[in-house]
């Protein structure tokens, strides 16, 4: 624990006012992808952060991923995990383990440790009152069933936030058939964040940014203009894995988001950093 003096506390604190203001009651969408949930004690740091948001006024929405924990209870039921451009192949059966994996075990795993902060929490996934709508993604390779959003109710969302819950989202629906389609969650966290019109999406990974060199953690572009990003892409700064992350920033502020970032979930307390303070964290995208 660093040993910091009460009125450095106290400065801290007062520097916040300014961020807490501006936030006060607007939405903060947060998308903590799997990659970030890399030891209890930072899921912790992570949830603790999002009680404190939720506890100072700002609407703060827990959109989940779990790529990792999918792929292991694959490996256990002896499925090999698939992957086409980033987006899982998902038969029927891959469909209703991501179901049970997501909305499930993580879901769950994430509203429990929220209330252990004292946080009050409510899990949710696509399905629950006909939040998101889907269909079949189209495209040049058959994904199975990986779904595309055709319509996003935030109800579900509003009544929870404004019955004090934090709204836990795991990112998958059914048809109204009832088949279980599996939704990329920065996909989905983007559409649910202009939905809602929030103020903010925090995608929160296990990179720090956007480098201008991969291979060189100092080289961070803390901020781009939408507009670039098609150079950036054509240069090779925007690479693989990197361009449908940074497609759901540029879609989520065409839509109305004010501030798109990707933050490095594995820094503790990043999502206070971006939000109440004036040093921001990660590559900022307006
Ligand atoms: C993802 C859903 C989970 C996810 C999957 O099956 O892995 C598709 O690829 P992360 O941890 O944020 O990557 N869905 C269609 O996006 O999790």
């Not at 007062?14 to 899921?43: C, F, R, W």
């Not at 990329?184 to 103020?199: F, K, V």
């Not at 203009?225 to 090779?236: D, R, T």
Request: charged share 25%; net charge negative; proline share 3%.
């Amino acid at each position: 624990m660093l040993d910091i003096s009460n009125s450095i506390k106290a400065q801290v604190l007062n520097d916040a006012l300014p961020y807490i203001q501006k936030y006060h009651d607007k939405i903060v969408v947060i998308k903590y992808g799997g990659n970030a949930m890399t030891s209890e004690e930072l899921k912790n740091a992570v949830m603790s952060d999002i009680v404190l948001l939720s506890l100072v006024g700002i609407k703060a929405v827990l959109i989940h991923g779990g790529g990792p924990e999918i792929n292991q209870m694959l490996q256990k039921v002896g499925i090999e995990s698939k992957f086409v451009n980033g987006l899982r192949y998902t038969d029927k059966e891959t469909a209703e383990i991501v179901r049970m994996v997501l909305a499930g075990k993580v879901n769950k795993e994430l509203v429990a440790l929220l209330e252990q902060h004292n946080g009050t929490a409510l899990g949710l996934c696509g399905s629950d009152g006909k939040m998101l709508k889907v269909r079949k993604m189209k495209g040049d390779d058959d994904l199975g069933y990986v779904g595309e959003i055709t319509d996003v109710d935030v109800k579900p969302i509003m009544d929870a936030l404004n019955n004090g819950y934090i709204p836990v989202v795991a990112t998958v629906a059914t048809d109204s058939e009832g088949q279980v389609y599996n939704i990329n969650a920065d996909t989905a966290a983007s559409r649910i964040a202009s939905a809602l019109g929030a103020e903010n999406l925090i995608l929160m990974t296990d990179i720090r940014g956007l480098l201008r060199d991969k291979d060189d953690e100092t080289s961070l572009i803390p901020e781009v203009n939408v507009s670039e990003v098609p150079f950036l892409v054509k240069q090779g700064i925007i690479s693989g894995g990197m361009i449908p992350k940074i497609e759901c920033c540029v879609e989520a502020v065409r839509r109305g988001v004010q501030k798109t970032c990707i933050i490095d979930g594995r820094i503790p307390h990043s999502i206070l950093i971006e939000i109440l303070s004036n040093e921001g964290i990660g590559t900022l995208f307006k």
